[in-house]
């Protein structure tokens, strides 16, 4: 009888996100007290990830099948993408989301140090600097701008990027705040 041969981590996909969002974490815990338990977003081309935990290890980590480009390259067949396409992508993002619910560890900070989540700081009206802390109506506020876009608002008009990848990780980012109660992101540079 053939037993199938084991798959090499290596091989899994994810295996490098999961390596990479374990290095955020071990950079990024150290913006929170050593008490504070944290968890370390990545929303990355492909997946997005996440590593929580109170210690300078994670003790939880998750890859999602949702990324940026994969979400805008599946849903998003025009620039800005229309209503119907965000209510696709919504449903779907929502699904994966949610997975994270029993990784994460409680009462966790959320931080993140993406470039896309450090425009949307930016977009929302935050300081510059090394620490922004995002409040969840403030990215909400963001996101209200890109729905109007979706439905006609010309994009310049608020001052949004015209990408998709930047309309899919906002709104992996809205979904995963709202869905997961998180109040703010700190946006580490």
């Given at each position: 009888?053939?037993?199938?041969?084991?798959?090499?981590?290596?091989?899994?996909?994810g295996?490098?996100?999961?390596?990479?969002?374990?290095?955020?974490?071990?950079?990024l815990?150290?913006?929170?007290g050593p008490?504070v338990?944290?968890?370390?977003?990545?929303?990355?081309?492909?997946?997005?990830?996440?590593?929580?935990?109170?210690?300078?290890?994670?003790?939880?980590?998750l890859?999602?099948?949702i990324?940026?480009?994969?979400?805008?390259?599946?849903?998003f067949?025009?620039?800005?993408?229309?209503?119907?396409?965000?209510?696709?992508?919504?449903?779907?993002?929502?699904?994966?989301v949610i997975?994270?619910v029993p990784?994460?560890?409680?009462?966790?900070?959320?931080?993140?140090?993406?470039?896309?989540?450090?425009?949307?700081?930016?977009?929302?009206?935050?300081?510059?600097?090394?620490c922004?802390?995002?409040?969840?109506d403030?990215?909400?506020?963001?996101?209200?701008?890109?729905?109007?876009?979706?439905?006609?608002?010309?994009?310049?008009?608020?001052?949004?990027?015209?990408?998709?990848?930047?309309?899919?990780?906002l709104?992996i980012?809205?979904?995963?705040?709202?869905?997961?109660?998180?109040g703010?992101?700190t946006?580490?540079a």
């Amino acid at each position: 009888m053939n037993e199938p041969s084991p798959i090499r981590p290596s091989t899994v996909p994810g295996a490098a996100a999961e390596a990479d969002i374990r290095t955020r974490f071990r950079g990024l815990r150290a913006h929170a007290g050593p008490q504070v338990a944290v968890t370390v977003l990545h929303i990355g081309a492909e997946h997005t990830a996440i590593a929580t935990g109170q210690g300078d290890e994670a003790s939880g980590v998750l890859v999602l099948d949702i990324g940026a480009h994969k979400t805008a390259r599946q849903f998003f067949k025009r620039s800005p993408p229309t209503p119907l396409e965000m209510e696709h992508a919504i449903a779907t993002v929502e699904d994966e989301v949610i997975r994270a619910v029993p990784v994460l560890a409680p009462g966790t900070a959320l931080l993140c140090a993406d470039a896309l989540v450090r425009e949307v700081a930016l977009l929302a009206g935050l300081a510059p600097g090394e620490c922004m802390v995002m409040p969840l109506d403030a990215m909400e506020r963001v996101f209200e701008r890109l729905a109007a876009v979706a439905e006609g608002r010309p994009a310049v008009r608020e001052g949004l990027p015209q990408g998709t990848d930047f309309a899919a990780a906002l709104l992996i980012l809205r979904e995963f705040m709202h869905h997961l109660r998180f109040g703010a992101i700190t946006v580490v540079a």
